[in-house]
């Protein structure tokens, strides 16, 4: 009997769907798009089809399956409640009650949850990859935004509302950048793939670097990948923008250090394969912020998790973490 | 059959001992001298003997004394190991294995615990206070420093090596003021009583305030109790130290909501005495730093442990803690 769960993860424009094994290897996976229509009721059907198909394709193979459950990762889920809430990149308004809808769908499935796509990664790793077997850390992953996914004593912090570990909204300069979310000088304002390019552009301003590879590059062009190449080749300003980000996220990490003391923070995402041009200035700058008992005891890792497959293979995770309650 | 437990809080110069009832009432109280000669052994025979004095009081009006054990809060205090590590205001050189010290003391009692004062404020609040029944909450604890404590999921959030909770020292303002513990721009550093001064010189100096109440006081002599008395009579100085300090705070709140997502977060110390001068920024401030999901549900509210014993009965309630294991 082969044992798997479902992995579902839920983009502003596209939603992937895999079967996941107790090894945390995607057998099969597939997409669809996430509707810009804000029908409901339309995209559960289309969503349940595609996982039908999913299992089928793997029953082929094994016809002794057990599946065990869905996991879901959605921007602004709500674990306690199986919710959607006014997530500002989806079209459905107010809160979707999308894990009820879906146990319509799926009436005989054991375990059924969903939470934000950090938390999940942060399951992720603790159930398939680099956190195996330790009781307190954090995940930060770094892309168009950056989330989070605390776990003490290995059960992840959801908080009294379901919405714990949204650490890209600590604020790191008050009165600074203008944060997606409205406030001003959030952590994911400067340590997103976003905020590398925004930093990229206050050094080239500040400086009048005419002569950075970056230089030809409008604000709508340049990202991430280009700063990443542009500092293999030595260009200046691309390499204070890595400095400058390590230094912001290091501030960031050392005030997760105080509150909850983990054993590690993971890093995934985009930036984190420029490796030690980001790893390097951010281990700095946690030391330099961390009081005298955190110092030097709390590692900074990049996340064991295929980049490809990290969402649905985080989302997969959940069901694991249902099923030992 | 009484049940009481004892609570012992180590201070930089005195110990404070009391025997406290289920209810959170301390029955006796008494304190002996930290002891500046830095011999350990000395100091726990002196502490045993107090405690012994105090059961045998208490015990003239209830014979029938059931002494659950002995919580104790110490600055730098390790919950897992038991330990008091390297705090900088003791005489006690490197690592202290306290409770194994004490067990000799007292080997026929359950229940022999310590964490810092911080993390008992916050357990005896769980316990005794305002947050009965709250699964997710925090405390702060203002005074010449800021200490906290974190409870998810009804537990104390100790982390990974015993000593979570540590917010005070979360940065509110990169490469700002120098912190006690040498680092720059930490919450403590705003929001103290010594940090309240520090704030009332800056605006002396900025805008040059020779008429405010506060401009003939040494910056040895000015504390946070004159501030209070200063504002209460509309001193302009005064009321901006609490505005600003608000405003601080709420930044750092605002940082532990999004980590841990509380229900509440409770105040405690001096500062709070002054009630709406420094509730009223510090709400203003958290809302306008946490992201939507998390606004106008937060609640701020003040400790409910009564000011003079409160780190007795905070110490106390870490018994509890125990016996529930």
Redesign the interface.
């Known amino acids: 009997m082969k044992k798997v769960a479902i992995g579902v993860d839920i983009g502003g424009t596209n939603t992937a769907i895999g079967v996941v094994d107790a090894e945390g290897n995607v057998l099969v996976k597939d997409n669809i798009s996430t509707p810009s229509h804000g029908n409901i009721d339309l995209y559960i059907n289309d969503l349940s089809n595609a996982i039908r198909e999913l299992t089928k394709k793997v029953k082929m193979v094994n016809p002794e399956l057990d599946i065990l459950g869905i996991g879901i990762g959605a921007p ?1 889920g709500n674990y306690y409640n199986g919710t959607i ?2 997530a500002p990149n989806l079209s459905f308004k107010g809160v979707v009650h999308f894990v009820q809808l879906l146990k319509v769908q799926f009436p005989d499935l054991q375990a059924i949850a969903l939470t934000n796509d950090a938390n999940a990664a942060a399951i992720g790793e603790m159930i398939y990859g680099g956190a195996k077997g ?4 954090a995940m930060y992953t770094l892309g168009t935004g950056v989330g989070s996914g ?1 776990v ?2 290995g ?1 992840l ?18 009165g600074g950048r203008l944060c997606g ?3 001003r000088g959030h952590l994911e304002a400067y340590c997103s793939a976003p905020g590398m390019k925004r930093t990229a552009f206050e050094i080239m301003a500040r400086d009048n670097c005419s002569d950075s590879l970056l230089a030809d590059k409008s604000f709508n062009e340049l990202d991430s990948k280009m700063i990443f190449d542009a500092a293999e080749k030595g260009d200046k300003v691309a390499l204070e923008v890595f400095e400058q980000t390590g230094k912001w996220l290091g ?1 960031g990490l ?3 250090v ?6 590690a923070i993971f890093l995934f995402g985009g930036p984190v394969a420029a490796g030690e041009y980001i790893f390097k200035p951010t281990r700095e700058s946690l030391e ?7 110092k030097n ?1 709390i590692k900074i890792l990049p996340s064991q998790l295929k980049p490809g497959d990290a969402a649905i293979v985080g989302a997969s995770a959940l069901v694991y973490g249902e099923l030992e309650k």
């Open positions: 602004n809430e006014y330790m009781a307190n850390f605390i003490v004593d059960k912090v959801y908080g009294h509302d379901g919405f714990a570990g949204e650490c890209g909204h600590t604020t790191l300069i008050p979310c409205g406030a501030q050392a005030d997760t105080h509150h909850n003391s983990p054993e330099a912020h961390l009081l005298p008992i955190f005891k």
